[in-house]
């Protein structure tokens, strides 16, 4: 009987987390089925603005194209040198320092994106586009899981949008 107060907890804590993990991250954000997520949500957010936006998505992953590519093949390439039992040394250290340059240029292209679709945001919005943005180098999701300094998943899928992998909500 002294467990039943433990147990009525763990199931009330596991039903909120059920509610919540099925509403979506998006939650509470828009209007009650007034849109999926992302920035669509934004204040008084014009169809003009959406496609001037989904047009600078489809540039930023035309242009990053090659640079995700490069990225998926230096993290193979710094994977296959760690996993030998022996490493050489030179070639993880010159391997890393590749990757590195190519996830900071990857960086680089995603921040330069963000300030491009901030720029055709009111003030108002850019508030809201922030928040989503806040503390998250390459968008929602940012640099999670991976290896000690392999920066995990990381940038190589920052296509663009929320809709689709991208620095406004990966």
Do not use: N, W, Y
Request: hydrophobic letters at 30%; aromatic letters at 2%.
């Amino acid at each position: 009987m002294k467990r039943l107060p433990l147990i009525a907890a763990v199931i009330g804590v596991l039903t909120l987390s059920i509610v919540a993990v099925a509403q979506g991250p998006e939650a509470g954000r828009c209007p009650e089925g007034g849109c999926t997520g992302g920035l669509a949500c934004l204040p008084d957010i014009t169809a003009e603005q959406l496609e001037e936006i989904q047009a600078l998505r489809e540039e930023m992953k035309d242009s990053t194209e090659d640079l995700r590519d490069e990225i998926r093949e230096a993290r193979e390439s710094l994977r296959e040198l760690m996993d030998d039992p022996e490493p050489d040394i030179a070639a993880v250290r010159g391997a890393k320092e590749r990757l590195d340059g190519l996830e900071t240029e990857m960086l680089i292209s995603i921040l330069e994106h963000r300030s491009e679709v901030r720029s055709r945001l009111t003030a108002e919005q850019r508030v809201f586009f922030d928040e989503m943005h806040h503390g998250m180098p390459g968008g929602r999701g940012g640099h999670h899981g991976g290896g000690p300094g392999m920066g995990g998943p990381g940038p190589e899928g920052a296509g663009p949008g929320p809709q689709g992998p991208g620095p406004e909500g990966r």
